[in-house]
């Protein structure tokens, strides 16, 4: 268990619906990572946050969105979804907000799109 | 752009087999190198490898870093069927804003 939390485990949602997928990170974590993993993409990110900061963005979509929260926790935000959209998606904490070190990840939301 | 790339993509051995798996990068800067392994879901770390830690062994599990080349090996010995899973290697740049950068990973699997 690395400590990370993510809720829920599994959702199925229609095409054009809004989810939304909550992380809480590690005790004492101040930066949070969103992943997206597909077959054939493996695992790309998404989005960083710290100490409430947005601090980096990959490739997220214009409809995905993400926050985080004074309590530390952050939410990821999917709207009009599509087929595509289907993923696991991963939620990471680590202490530190600098890069090349141990990010810690959460057992997943998987996301199925009907 | 900052690339991982791991090799084989995938890998069928027997038990008790050594197993050893690739992972190349070009990035800028670079900071440290990383190996984890994904089971059901989650990835878990296994490793992590810099210019002050070249090489690290855990049990049956070792790995090192060769900086010049640009690679790096994670070793396998004594395979088990528990080591079935999909090893990810990750790169890290010294830049404050720059995520890990992920290869597509190596599925290993390993049958009795």
């Known amino acids: 268990d690395s400590g990370v939390t993510q809720t829920p485990k599994h959702l199925i949602t229609a095409t054009g619906q809004r989810v939304t997928l909550r992380c809480s990170p590690r005790?004492?974590?101040?930066?949070v990572y969103w992943y997206q993993q597909s077959l054939d993409q493996g695992l790309q990110f998404l989005i960083q946050?710290?100490?409430?900061?947005?601090?980096a963005k990959g490739n997220i979509l214009e409809r995905f969105s993400a926050q985080q929260f004074p309590d530390l926790h952050s939410e990821l935000n999917l709207s009009s979804l599509e087929l595509g959209d289907s993923a696991l998606y991963f939620c990471?904490?680590?202490?530190?907000?600098?890069?090349?070190?141990?990010?810690?990840f959460g057992e997943g939301s998987w996301l199925t799109v009907v | 752009e900052d690339k991982v790339v791991q090799s084989p993509l995938s890998l069928v051995v027997h038990e008790g087999d050594t197993v050893t798996l690739n992972c190349s990068y070009e990035?800028?800067?670079?900071?440290?190198l990383l190996w984890y392994k994904q089971e059901k879901k989650a990835p878990t770390f296994l490793f992590m490898l810099?210019?002050?830690?070249i090489e690290k062994k855990s049990g049956r599990l070792s790995s090192i870093l060769d900086k010049k080349e640009l690679f790096s090996i994670l070793n396998i010995t004594a395979t088990q069927t528990g080591d079935s899973a999909i090893y990810l290697c990750a790169v890290g740049v010294n830049s404050g804003n720059t995520p890990l950068v992920f290869g597509k990973g190596t599925r290993l699997s390993v049958i009795a």
């Open positions: 946050y710290y100490n409430g900061e947005e601090r």
């Open positions: 990035v800028t800067n670079f900071r440290s």
């Open positions: 990471a904490s680590s202490a530190q907000v600098t890069s090349g070190n141990t990010i810690y």
């Open positions: 810099t210019s002050s830690g």
């Open positions: 005790s004492g974590d101040l930066s």
